[in-house]
């Protein structure tokens, strides 16, 4: 594979200006959508500033230290980074430290008879720790910046306008191949027979693999649907058009998960009231949060699914049967490590007693997660996702639905989708976290809100308790 070229390292040079000039013009939410998401769509994949000590400078930590940089000097705002709930203060805690227990319990190498994996080093924790930091940024700013209705409109606009603008490459793409990152870029940041799907090209554009593309394109179609819903009347004509548009760019994508989240989510958004969309994406979030038991206790129902893809297309049922194999095998190798995991370097994996080459490969995040970092670091990622959820279904419980957004239930939907995608790919990526923060402010609020109006009814409550005075 070739190189990034120059402007692959100027682009990621350039970016904190481009978040500056957008803090310097923008309210401060769509701010920081556009400098995470922005950066997230057009800075290269792969490409890296490599300096000691600290994490990798690429398009996950630029975006999020320039959000930061400019929320604390551009616009001179104090973030506060804990939440309200114990939970949340707790599952933070252990997100930053857990790299130190991982260190700790995995010192030794590896040994095989032509070569040894090393063990790791407390030099690792410390980059470990930097990087699950730098990772929460979203999450912190989101929930300071977007956690309430107003936010998560300006969440489903941008995802809109997004979908739009990306569309134009990924027609190209579609059409010619996927090039744009040569392009631009000067190389391709993937396996290239892995875009070839149904007689035609998966678009990759500037992100890691078609597969997060088509992600991407599904949550801009569950945006325009959003959008559709609660637009004025005379506008949906148009809105209408723009939902089928993004709905063929999911298509042209060539991906059946993302398009089956687009087909089940959509009719939810459509018809379902706020509540009840937040309540279906919270049973989401416990589904992904408990799957490796469920995996573990043998109570996915791995045969239907098997069956019910290879009667949909052999080579996809193949595809996925690959997978699995290699997830149960995966499996095996954490439960060896089941507390904190097996660290880096390809330690979770297998390998060959004599060469120890690799002999499987890790796909979806959650068996990533638990080969790498174990129990502790599934729980506490995992965990802090789905907390945001499961306190909006809370509240949403407590309160009825009275006080919810029109838009909060569409986005706790998307978030949902993306926990969902988590069990097949990897696709935790800082607009996951930015989307989980400004969930949790949201919920926030409506405890405050919860909270005030409970007081103000025990104050009347006294007060209408209480004897009149006289006055003579």
């Not at 990759?204 to 992600?215: E, I, N, R």
């Not at 206790?297 to 297309?313: R, W």
């Not at 790498?372 to 990622?381: H, I, L, S």
Request: contains cysteine; hydrophobic residues 55%.
């Amino acid at each position: 594979m070739q190189s990034p070229n120059l402007i692959a390292y100027l682009a990621l040079a350039l970016w904190p200006v481009v978040g500056w000039k957008l803090w310097q013009r923008l309210d401060r939410g769509q701010a920081l959508i556009w400098t995470i998401l922005g950066g997230y769509l057009l800075l290269p994949p792969l490409a890296a500033f490599n300096f000691p000590v600290v994490p990798d400078l690429n398009k996950s930590t630029i975006p999020n230290l320039v959000a930061l940089a400019c929320a604390l000097w551009l616009v001179g705002d104090r973030v506060g980074f804990m939440p309200a709930s114990w939970l949340g203060k707790a599952l933070i805690a252990v997100y930053i430290a857990f790299p130190f227990g991982t260190v700790l319990t995995n010192r030794a190498p590896l040994v095989f008879e032509q070569m040894a994996i090393q063990g790791m080093r407390i030099y690792d924790s410390f980059a470990a720790i930097a990087y699950q930091a730098i990772a929460l940024l979203p999450f912190f700013l989101a929930r300071r910046y977007l956690g309430h209705p107003e936010g998560m409109r300006a969440i489903i606009a941008a995802l809109v306008a997004a979908g739009l603008a990306y569309s134009v490459p990924m027609l190209v793409e579609a059409v010619m191949s996927p090039q744009m990152n040569v392009w631009v870029y000067g190389f391709f940041q993937h396996d290239f027979f892995q875009t070839i799907r149904y007689g035609g090209y998966r678009p990759v554009v500037f992100l890691p693999h078609g597969l997060w593309v088509a992600f991407f394109a599904c949550m801009a179609v569950l945006a325009a649907v959003t959008l559709l819903r609660r637009t004025v009347p005379d506008a949906r004509p148009r809105v209408l058009v723009v939902f089928v548009y993004l709905s063929v760019m999911l298509v042209i994508c060539r991906s059946a998960g993302p398009i089956l989240y687009a087909l089940a989510l959509v009719p939810m958004i459509l018809f379902l009231p706020a509540r009840l969309q937040i309540l279906i994406a919270a049973a989401m979030a416990l589904v992904v949060v408990s799957y490796p038991v469920l995996r573990g206790a043998h109570l996915v129902p791995v045969d239907q699914i098997l069956d019910l893809a290879n009667g949909l297309s052999p080579e996809r049922a193949a595809s996925l049967r690959f997978r699995i194999e290699n997830e149960e095998t995966l499996l095996v190798r954490a439960q060896e490590q089941p507390w904190f995991g097996w660290g880096g370097y390809g330690r979770s994996f297998t390998h060959d007693p004599v060469t120890g080459q690799t002999l499987n490969i890790a796909d979806g995040a959650w068996v990533i997660l638990m080969g790498n970092y174990g129990w502790v670091g599934y729980v506490a990622e995992f965990g802090l996702t789905a907390l945001p959820l499961l306190l909006l279904a809370r509240e949403s419980l407590r309160q009825g639905g009275a006080e919810l957004s029109p838009w909060v239930g569409a986005v706790a939907l998307i978030l949902g989708a993306n926990m969902l995608d988590l069990l097949p790919n990897a696709t935790h990526i800082p607009f996951t976290w930015l989307l989980a923060g400004a969930l949790l402010g949201e919920a926030e609020r409506l405890a405050a809100l919860r909270a005030d109006r409970d007081a103000m009814a025990r104050r009347e409550g006294l007060h209408a308790g209480k004897p009149l005075r006289t006055v003579i």
